[in-house]
């Protein structure tokens, strides 16, 4: 028993005369099904065997029904196991689709953290590129001063080497 299978099985009953039990083959049973298949089943108490009849038809049936409400049982365990199995398939599967729901949002906050970082280093860059230009602006602008600068300091120098060099001209034609 137990098997989570719903197969069809052919379960044939045989009436031992020798004995006057009925045997059923195909059919496995428990230990505790076969115990308490052996209980009384009225509320005098008496062993079954007490209650037989002289032909066993009644027991036959009586045995008939046992077995059949012991299928039944059996059969109701059995769907109660499967609908556990499912409900537990079922929780399961929410398990698994709130993970995952869980997983898409962290992955979609992770993006949209790596796009909110690329977007930052795009406008950090685009600033250094303006500080870059201003610069290179600034470095033109002091190159042009200095170059102006070191352009009237040559025409100061060349005007005071002529002044000097006049100068001495005239001092040395003065004292000669």
Known sequence: MGGG????????????????ITVVKGVRLSDS???????????SGRPQSQQ???????????LK??????????????????????????LLEQ?????????????LRERAATE????????????LEEKDR?????????KEQLARLEERSAQFYKV???QYQKAADEVSARFK
Not at 34 to 42: A, C, G, L
């Open 95 to 107: 398990e698994r689709f709130s993970s995952n729901e869980h997983l898409t949002r962290a992955i």
């Open 65 to 90: 029904k046992r077995i059949a409400e012991e299928l039944a049982l059996e059969r109701a365990r059995r769907d109660s196991e499967a609908q556990k199995r499912r409900l537990f398939g079922k």
């Open 5 to 20: 299978g719903s197969s069809t099985r052919r379960v044939t009953f045989e009436a031992d005369e020798n004995e006057n």
């Open 134 to 142: 201003e610069l290179k602006k600034h470095d033109a602008y002091y």
């Open 116 to 127: 909110e970082e690329r977007q930052k280093a795009q406008r950090f860059a685009r600033q």
């Open 160 to 162: 005071t080497t002529e």
């Open 33 to 43: 099904v076969i115990d308490r298949m052996k209980e009384p089943s009225s509320p």
């Open 52 to 62: 037989r009849t002289a032909s066993g038809a009644v027991n036959d049936e009586e």
